[in-house]
């Protein structure tokens, strides 16, 4: 198989990643927090190397801002459902993961007034407008993705930000594709927010787990309660970081697995980045030369992901083509349909989304734009 469906998740994952996650469920193990056993200490002593090694590669921020979460759709649940009331106003933008724009879509039914930032046709934030409307509707927060999960185009986050700061406004950042694949702009100091991502793409680790890394004073009520291994004594939620936010069992096997994984990327980012560049650079060259093919990702300034869509007809046709080769693309909506409203690319069906990985080879994008010229053909 090509695997080309690295932004819905990774594969393969990091070298390191299954022999940690076999010493984790093979060496004891308890649970975090919940007692003094040596078992339970270490589990307690792994979560916290956890988040050391999420906190490296981040903005600074505290060790106990870094929250577990089960991924970033639970992230940027928490962030929202936790910091925004009716009454209240939000600004996005026109190209949101459904991570963001159901809950968004659900608060905007309790009374949440919604405002859309204007961007280009890859779905990047025009800083100008963006700057406009936060200066003169002042949002209780404003959300964005920091990288479109279709086109894959980098947003100017670093500016989003500063504008945000110069106005005290909060953010909510959805890094799930730029995490790893990009590097996050320094946070200026006074930054107040939260950035929500998954371990289980960029960071090649494995799913169900996720992060949310509180800014400043940002501070969503909890959507779960329940038991934390803390203030055991009483039926009040503790209000400690990071305990407020991780009532249950967290998972801590793909927390091991996660942090071997982290290690892993902390190594090799710089060369994995510049593979997946030099990689999906080929595979943009080789496919803006097909005739038929719209480019749906810009040249420069995204991450690995390259879509396209057909100028005639709809996608179905060549993206079964392509599985019958055994090339694994995602085609369809990509959970955004607002990203594909934006686009103009609803009446084909969507996309066909490749997205490279770390270990994709310049022998399968020769492969994938042939299969694609060939199918182009066929269906001429
Ligand atoms: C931009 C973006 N945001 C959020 C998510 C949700 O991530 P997860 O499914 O890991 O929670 C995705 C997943 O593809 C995404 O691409």
Redesign the pocket.
């Known amino acids: 198989m090509i695997y080309l469906d690295n ?2 998740t990774s594969w393969p994952k990091a070298p390191n990643l299954a022999s940690a996650c076999v010493a984790s469920i093979t060496e004891p193990m308890g649970n975090i927090g919940r007692s003094a056993h040596m078992a339970a200490i270490h589990a307690s002593h792994t979560l916290y190397s956890f988040r050391k090694s999420v906190q490296s590669i981040l903005s600074p921020t505290e060790t106990e801002c870094i929250i577990c979460t089960s ?4 992230s ?1 649940n928490v962030a929202l459902f936790g910091a925004i009331n009716p009454g209240d106003t939000v600004l996005t933008t026109p190209a949101e ?1 459904n ?2 724009a159901r809950p968004l879509e659900v608060l905007q039914q309790r009374g949440v007034r919604i405002l859309t930032a204007v961007a280009d046709c890859f779905g990047r934030v025009d800083i100008d407008e963006f700057e406009k409307i936060i200066k003169e509707k002042r949002p209780t927060v404003a959300v964005f ?1 920091a990288a479109n ?1 279709v086109t894959g185009a980098i947003n100017p986050v670093e500016a989003m930000l500063n504008t945000c700061c110069r106005y005290e406004i909060p953010f909510v950042i ?1 890094a ?2 730029a995490v790893g694949e990009t590097d996050l702009p320094k946070f200026p100091k006074h930054a107040r927010g939260a950035l929500c991502f ?1 371990l ?2 960029g960071l090649l680790g494995m799913a169900g787990v ?1 992060i949310m890394a509180l800014y400043g004073s940002y501070r969503p009520r909890p959507l779960q309660y329940g038991g934390t291994g803390s203030n055991s004594d009483s039926t009040f939620q503790p209000e400690i970081l990071p305990d407020v936010y991780e009532s249950g069992t967290l998972p801590i096997q793909a927390i091991a697995a996660n942090t071997a994984a982290i290690g892993y990327y902390i190594g090799e980012h710089e060369a994995i980045s510049l593979h997946k560049q030099e990689m999906s650079n080929l595979l943009w060259d080789y496919l803006s030369c097909q005739e038929g093919l719209r480019m749906l990702s810009p040249k420069d300034n995204r991450v690995g992901i390259v879509s396209v869509t057909v100028e005639d007809g709809t996608i179905r046709e060549l993206s079964q083509k392509l599985f019958a080769a055994d090339i694994a693309v995602r085609s369809g909506f990509h ?1 955004a349909p607002t990203t594909h409203h934006h686009i103009g690319t609803f009446r084909q069906g969507g996309a066909i989304r490749c997205s490279v990985g770390f270990m994709t080879t310049k022998a399968e994008i020769e492969q994938t734009a042939a299969h694609v010229a060939e199918a182009l053909w066929q269906l001429r």
Not at 71 to 74: D, I, N, S
């Open positions: 932004a819905a991924g970033a759709t639970e940027l993961h991570a963001v993705a999960n959805d799930a594709q998954s289980h793409k996720g959970c």
